[in-house]
């Protein structure tokens, strides 16, 4: 009987074979937990188990060890694939006549809970299974005992089996058995672990939690209202501890932070959710420079020793070099493709107005029948009110365009020049005035596009970081272009060199913010604050045009002796999930919201009786458009008091 199953050992029957594609989607969670395995004997403190199933190695051989965890495998009734958080385990159920019983545990469905006692030894010579860390040992069982059946589940726990992301949301208590799942979440742990060490241990800092239950504040993201027992009043959710670590800066706490959750009443994206987490961070008596060189020290200390190393100071660009080059305020820099200077500027009559283009080598033979590509090129030019046009470059330098017998031979040979085009290269043109961010985005679509056809042009094991610097202090308003708003968030300090121009013409002003831009992506950001109560106050009114009675708190806190401080967010889903080269935060977040910021597993938000909605003096009434219209829901607040409101 051995050698039948030597057999199924060495070929590779649909066990091996699974087990092999398990070990290999799991090999790179077995370097993690090598590089932490004397930590593990912790794992099995005020536990019922002796060892944990990934721990297990030839030195273990001759011990009598207690293993708990998972059925991922069973075949032949001799063999079971025992799996818990750190790995997997072969077991051995012994065929002779004293351990009868022990067959009974061979059909027990799979992902059962069972706990197993048995003696380590070594895999018969040529069954060893190289690609497993704890494929040249098995345990041969001598106790079994079934802690919990499992029921039919809705999809096998397997890194392999493709599931839908609802799906994976529904039942995310399952998702998180993956490896994937339990390698992103424990990583998880261990970097803010060491983002502690560094920031309290090392450098002083002091971690203070902040209220979830605000009030509103202007300006920022739409932010979460909470119902108060008071008719009218309201609470809100902090889009983030902004007010409240600069109050802690003129409380004189010096250096404070915090693993904070923040709210945002927005849709949800594969990089945002309306609840998220933030490594905040501020200081008092501090530059820009100095908090800068603070988050690459951070960096450095957490970040995994499987990634490689990183290297500071980091490189940064203005915001108005990113804007040159790239098109965009967060450039990744992995890849060229850059935005090619303006040309042809005396064809424009509006101020500014130009011509730029991007190069996409090898674009006309690998991109020009990409569907694609032109319904995006389409919308940008619809999206951004701007004239596009292709050109491919052909075989003998020509240009294949309409704008070929438009341009004199001199625009072209310069336009060539400039973007060093190839023959098989394309050519994209954009003119206007916002042409910028408009190729900034056909370059990153181009740059897709080129990796779905095999073109290795972002390296996915590379970490490109930036610091993005003197972004505007205000914007024009997108509604009202006429007024202003805050570029980032009103408690920004304007530029020391701009300083004098805040009140005359601010829409010049610079500002103290700086971005973290980390593969394209933006990952913190911060500034040196406002720290004077006057300027603070004028910024609101005079600039803003805001109510500054809102933040009557801050400013008399800002009047109080405020030190010169500065600070920074980092993003701590966004940061881990290009870490591990996830897709989505959702896939580093124990348990996401959907697209549309729902609970899939639990249904919320969900709907509450008139009976508990009474204390909070609210009412939902539902309302009927047509008898061809659905209902809609739509909370009305009955307020209790002279100042009724009803909805009629």
């Not at 932490?36 to 403190?45: A, E, K, M, R």
């Not at 739409?222 to 501890?241: A, I």
């Not at 001199?410 to 023959?423: G, I, W």
Request: glycine share 6%; proline share 6%.
């Amino acid at each position: 009987m051995r050698g039948h199953v030597g057999h199924f050992i060495t070929e590779k029957g649909d066990i091996q074979a699974n087990c092999d594609v398990i070990a290999g989607k799991l090999s790179f969670t077995f370097t993690f937990f090598a590089q932490v395995y004397l930590t593990l004997l912790s794992h099995n403190s005020f536990s019922v188990r002796s060892h944990t199933c990934g721990e297990l190695r030839s030195t273990h051989v001759g011990e009598v060890v207690t293993l708990c965890g998972w059925i991922q495998y069973q075949r032949h009734g001799m063999f079971i694939i025992l799996r818990d958080f750190s790995g997997l385990i072969q077991v051995l159920i012994p065929e002779d006549e004293s351990r009868a019983k022990l067959k009974e545990f061979c059909d027990v469905p799979v992902e059962s809970v069972v706990k197993v006692m048995g003696k380590v030894r070594r895999r018969p010579a040529g069954q060893e299974n190289m690609n497993m860390p704890t494929g040249e040992i098995e345990v041969c069982a001598e106790t079994v005992e079934v802690l919990n059946v499992c029921q039919k589940l809705p999809f096998e726990i397997k890194d392999f089996v493709k599931k839908t992301e609802s799906l994976r949301m529904q039942y995310r208590y399952l998702d998180l058995r993956s490896s994937q799942m339990q390698y992103n979440l424990r990583l998880r742990s261990r970097l803010v672990m060491k983002m502690r060490d560094y920031l309290c241990n090392k450098h002083g800092f002091v971690d203070v939690e902040t209220p979830t239950l605000f009030k509103r504040t202007p300006g920022g993201a739409k932010e979460f209202l909470v119902p108060s027992r008071d008719p009218g009043r309201f609470y809100s959710l902090p889009q983030s501890p902004q007010q409240f670590k600069q109050l802690l800066m003129v409380a004189g706490i010096d250096r404070y932070f915090q693993i904070a959750r923040c709210y945002r009443d927005e849709s949800s994206k594969p990089d945002r959710q309306p609840e998220f987490t933030q490594v905040d961070i501020e200081m008092s008596f501090v530059d820009q420079a100095g908090i800068q060189a603070l988050i690459e020290g951070l960096v450095q200390h957490m970040w995994p020793d499987e990634k490689g190393s990183v290297s500071t100071p980091f490189p940064s660009m203005t915001y108005e070099e990113a804007m040159r080059d790239f098109g965009v305020d967060k450039p990744d820099t992995r890849f060229g493709m850059k935005v090619n200077v303006p040309f042809l500027r005396d064809t424009f009559r509006q101020p500014g107005g130009c011509v730029q283009a991007i190069c996409v080598v090898n674009g006309a033979v690998i991109l020009l029948l990409e569907d694609g590509l032109f319904d995006c090129i389409l919308s940008c030019s619809v999206d951004f009110q701007q004239e596009v046009s292709v050109v491919v470059v052909k075989t003998d330098g020509t240009w294949k365009s309409p704008l070929g017998k438009m341009l004199p031979e001199s625009v072209k040979q310069s336009v060539h020049q400039m973007t060093m085009a190839q023959p098989g290269d394309l050519l994209i043109l954009a003119a206007g005035q916002q042409d910028r961010p408009l190729l900034g985005k056909l370059r990153l679509y181009c740059a897709e596009l080129l990796e779905e056809k095999g073109v290795a042009l972002r390296d996915p094991t590379a970490f490109h970081f930036l610091w993005v610097v003197d972004f505007p202090l205000f914007l024009p308003k997108k509604e009202e272009p006429g007024e202003l708003e805050s570029a980032h968030h009103p408690f920004t300090a304007p530029h020391p060199e701009d300083a004098d121009r805040l009140f005359s013409e601010p829409h010049k002003v610079r500002s103290q913010h700086f971005d973290l831009v980390l593969n394209g992506c933006e990952i913190g950001g911060g500034s040196v604050r406002i720290h004077n109560a006057s300027v603070q106050k004028f910024v609101l009114e005079k600039v803003l045009k805001e109510d500054s009675s809102l933040l009557s708190h801050l400013l008399e806190a800002l009047a109080s002796g405020a030190p010169p401080h500065g600070g920074i967010a980092l993003g701590l889903d966004r940061l881990l999930s290009i870490i591990v080269g996830a897709s989505s935060i959702r896939d580093v977040i124990a348990f996401p919201k959907s697209f549309r910021g729902h609970d899939l597993m639990s249904g919320a938000p969900s709907f509450v009786s008139k009976e508990e909605l009474r204390p909070y003096h609210i009412d939902v009434k539902t309302l009927g458009f047509s008898k061809f219209q659905p209902l809609l829901c739509i909370p009305v607040l009955s307020i209790k008091a002279a100042a009724a409101f009803q909805m009629k």
